[in-house]
């Protein structure tokens, strides 16, 4: 389910009280606001007999809470099998840097000729003086196998084109 609205207080508390009075599971969240509109994904398990019912409800309060809804059904996920080791590590991407078109573009496009998974994404314009510095972090999945001294070749390269500041840092495991 995605939810889009003006940002104000209460939204998250609102639209995850709904779903928990509904017996439904958040297996997975993520929200950012842009420019004041918020943007919230989720990944609800939904009680089978209810999902029409579910959706109807939502789209009755869109008028009332003045947001946005929209859902996708996915297929059932396969039970996970526990402590399986990994075949890639995380590694976060950062770039910093005065404000120009085509940042996003220009790593993103290294990181697809890799056939490198970005899996989160977060950038913004961090001043808005005479010469707006412009922020990035990218989260990649990177497998194993893969060379990393081969990326950094290539992000160092990217850094002199752009004249970013560009780093590569692996996620370190937390077990809980």
Known sequence: MTVVGKDRPGIIAKVTAFLFRRRSNLEDISMTVLEGELAMSLMVRLPFAQVKDIQKELLSFEKIWKLTFFWKNLP???????????????????????????????????????????????????????????????????????????????????????????????VEEVAF
Do not use: W
């Not at 590590?89 to 056939?115: C, E, P, Q, T, W």
């Not at 990218?138 to 752009?162: A, Y």
């Open 76 to 170: 059932a996920a396969p039970a996970q099998k526990l402590k399986q080791p990994p075949r890639s590590n995380k590694f976060i991407i950062s770039a910093l840097g005065l404000d120009k078109m085509g940042i996003v573009y220009h790593i993103s496009r290294v990181l697809s000729r890799f056939n490198l998974n970005i899996t989160d994404l977060n950038s913004r314009i961090l001043t808005y003086a005479k010469k707006p510095v412009y922020a990035l972090v990218l989260e990649v999945d990177i497998p194993i196998s893969f060379s990393i001294p081969r990326l950094k070749r290539r992000l160092d390269s990217l850094r002199r084109k752009l004249r970013l500041d560009i780093s590569l840092k692996r």
